[in-house]
């Protein structure tokens, strides 16, 4: 018997129905006649309605009323009526399945759609970028989507290895469109803008701009915090300018301590005006991991509400080598997971390995 949807329903609900009608007709057979289990035979069909595709309802529903006409398995006190109203039931169960599988039909295909194009905005990060490794994480608060408030992203260009991590205002799917619009336009700066200053103030005119079209007449109503990191070509110098963002994390010699950066506003209230804001420059080694999130990751809280206090909590899961961006991410995400006693905001993670 197959599923009008793959992927909606568990397998065990699959065996479900003919199992319990096995076993009905198993307690019919063994029971004193005076016990009357037609009425359980009748619930099957709509049960197998809501499970299975009309042809195999239809073909359950066939097996009850076969078992209910066999003089082994038919109680005594069944009568002609019982089964004419046991065979309506059936075809109603069919007509259900066949209703409820064609709108399941039509959301898995919404579904996928829906999936790929929040894929197309936000798509998985290459190992390798440059000369560099990376690995970023995502978790969107809300259940179903693949992109919600948060991005990152990673790009070489013609003026060094360039990343993006930034927060949108809100979170789930009413804030994908902002976050294509920042994706788009760091995409195109990292190609044109020599200084990552000036980066900034592209994505910050892009909110701007896309506020006053959208018709708000506060500015303030659209903005995101955003970290931006640039990675020299040789490697032994990162230049970063933050937004509004929580301070990325520098893993060295076992241990996690927060770069300062020269406090910006968020993109969107005037992170580009009148001046582009001027990066800071922080010297890199050979093994340096850089750790980049969002407030998602800081903001979760445990059953006592203390915050989740994540460069306390990196150190100490550290080894004597340091982690691989890939392990890094994976290892925050469950520590965080497991710490919190409930994540409500979007969470995104993003390592990266400058040297390879």
């Known amino acids: 018997m197959t599923r009008a949807a793959p992927g909606l329903v568990p397998h065990w609900l699959l065996a479900l129905p003919p199992l319990l009608l096995a076993a009905v007709a198993v307690t019919q057979w063994a029971s004193p006649h005076w016990v009357q289990l037609g009425f359980v035979f009748a619930a099957l069909p709509p049960l197998a ?62 579904r996928d759609v829906a999936e790929a194009a929040q894929r197309a905005v936000l798509p998985p990060l290459p190992e390798r970028v440059g000369r560099g490794r990376g690995a970023g994480l995502y978790r969107a608060a809300q259940v179903g989507a693949v992109v919600g408030g948060d ?19 809100g979170h789930g799917l009413a804030a994908v469109g902002t976050v294509a619009a920042l994706l788009g336009a760091f995409r195109e700066a990292v190609l044109d803008e020599p200084d990552l200053g000036r980066v900034a103030a592209r994505l910050d005119r892009r909110l701007v701009v896309d506020a006053r079209a ?38 060295r010699d076992g241990r996690a301590r927060e ?33 980049a999130y969002t407030d998602g990751v800081i903001e979760a809280r445990d059953g006592a509400g203390t915050f989740y206090p ?35 905001d979007d969470v995104a993670l993003l390592a990266l390995r400058p040297d390879g």
């Open 214 to 251: 959208s018709g708000n007449e506060e500015v303030s109503e659209l903005f995101a915090t955003a970290l931006l990191l640039e990675f020299a070509e040789r490697g032994d110098e990162m230049r970063l300018v933050a937004c509004g963002h929580p301070p990325a994390l520098l893993i």
């Open 259 to 291: 770069l300062a950066a020269e406090p910006v506003p968020p993109l969107g209230l005037g992170a580009g005006a009148p001046v582009p804001p001027r990066p800071g420059a922080v010297p890199l080694r050979a093994g340096d991991l850089v750790l």
């Open 151 to 169: 991005l990152f992203d990673v790009r070489a260009g013609p003026f060094g290895v360039r990343a993006l991590v930034a927060d949108v205002r």
């Open 310 to 344: 994540l460069a306390e909590r990196v150190t100490g899961r550290l080894g004597a080598g340091g982690p691989e961006p890939e392990a890094l991410v994976e290892s925050v995400w469950r520590d965080v997971s497991g710490f919190a006693a409930g994540i409500t």
């Open 49 to 110: 309605g809501l499970i299975y595709g009309p042809w195999a309802t239809a073909l359950l529903a066939s097996a009850v009323m076969a078992l209910l006409v066999l003089p082994a398995t038919r109680a005594p006190h069944v009568s002609d009526a019982d089964l004419g109203a046991v065979a309506a039931i059936a075809v109603f169960g069919v007509l259900v399945s066949a209703i409820r599988t064609r709108y399941t039909r039509d959301l898995v295909v919404v």
